[in-house]
């Protein structure tokens, strides 16, 4: 069982950055493939980014290249999303997941490829 917790939302002006956390427990992610995802209001959840357990591979969505990045701390057990030039279309609830059932380069983009979830952090990008 892996529990996740996000940390980092918040309130920001357009143009802003914003960092999120995700601290794992209950397993290493040395053989966990992670990933954020958001979900605006009205809207279905929606891919933001993935890391391999390798920590080798990447992957964004269209909407997000170029302006955030996903990073990994095994040390401290925790995923990182730096997100730059924010933009009032990324207000959403950001969560992270987790899935142990992929191999060491997969950074899968699809909801139901993931087993755990955190309980999401609210981030509002203001005009």
């Known amino acids: 069982q892996v529990q996740l917790v996000e940390s980092g939302g918040g309130a920001v002006q357009a143009g802003g950055s914003l960092r999120l956390s995700c601290a794992a427990t209950?397993?290493?992610?040395?053989?966990?493939?992670m990933g954020w995802f958001r979900q605006a209001p009205g809207k279905e959840r929606e891919f933001v980014a993935a890391?391999?357990?390798?920590?080798?591979?990447?992957d964004y969505a269209d909407a997000v290249k170029g302006r955030f990045t996903i990073s990994m701390d095994n040390a401290k057990d925790t995923v990182y999303l730096q997100m730059s030039s924010l933009e009032v279309e990324d207000t959403a609830v950001y969560y992270c997941?987790?899935?142990?059932?992929?191999?060491?380069?997969?950074?899968?983009?699809?909801?139901?490829?993931?087993?755990?979830w955190g309980q999401g952090t609210q981030v509002t990008v203001s005009d």
């Open positions: 209950g397993h290493s992610l040395g053989s966990i493939a």
């Open positions: 997941a987790a899935t142990p059932r992929r191999g060491p380069w997969d950074v899968p983009s699809a909801i139901n490829e993931y087993d755990f």
């Open positions: 890391i391999s357990w390798s920590g080798t591979r990447l």
